[in-house]
């Protein structure tokens, strides 16, 4: 009973957000991706469940540059064409986008299996840093005016690209970083995930680039009440980390496949889980990324 009150007084104090979270260490994985240097169009229709397992650099449809631009990191399931519908927003606004293929470098489908992932978030923010070097000297691309979105395991590797600790372990490429935007990821101890207990605080202290967390209150798998008193605590302190909370959202809110009715989904023996498509919180999310963006990397006031 001893052992049991006293994880409960340490979740109590994490929650509350008394406790202090660098993610300092040895540098960061050499990553495997091999990054493409010729840029294309995205595509104007994408069949509704792809598994578009390699990395892309996509152009904005005008202009020579140079541009704006942003890495994006995949959910557990790998690239979806929910995140081909990201690309395209961001290109039809001026920004490249390279969406990073995780999954596809190391020939693993599906990652979703919890403490038994193949792939960890470490190797994914390996791959994010790299790819984040690969953009620093690309000709399209302006070398200080970089972002990262990242969705479900994705923006779990993202949010830590936030942190100044962090940032030291890469060995290249955080120079132009200036905005990070979190979808759905988990942060810590109150989410059934297994690897989000082992995780057990997955939002620095230390935020040094400004962060926007964007939530569902309804989703299952991911629970949002850990990244919300988070967010608010490292907030409190003066760094530049906010969240947007969204109502009758679940996991997986942006993916048109999910459905308006949702649909029921298990990783194994992980589950069940609630995705349900939400246009509204989309288009929402939307916005706030836009503004996020435009301000911190065009200087759009």
Known sequence: MGSIRLAAAAASLILSGCVTTDFSGPPLPKSPIVFPTEAVPVPTNTPPRPQLQRTVLYRPSQGSGPFPAVVMLHTCGGVGAHIIDWARRLTSDGYVALVVASNGARNVADNCQGAYSLISLESVGGDATAALAHLLSHPLVRNDALAVIGFSFGSMAA????????????????????????FYGSCGVDSPDATARRTSDNVP???????????????NETPASFCVARAKAVKASGRPIDYRLYPKTTHSFDDPFNGIQ??????????????????????????ETKALFDRELKGVK
């Not at 649909?263 to 939400?278: D, L, V």
């Open 159 to 182: 949010v830590r690209l936030a942190s100044a600790s962090y940032q030291k372990r890469a060995i290249e490429g955080v120079d132009g970083l200036r905005a990070i935007a979190f």
């Open 262 to 287: 949702g649909r029921t989904i298990y990783h194994g023996a992980r589950g069940p889980f609630t995705y349900r498509y939400n246009p509204e919180a989309t288009k929402d999310t939307w916005r």
């Open 205 to 219: 202290s230390d935020v040094v680039t400004p962060t926007m967390l964007f939530l569902g209150d309804e989703d």
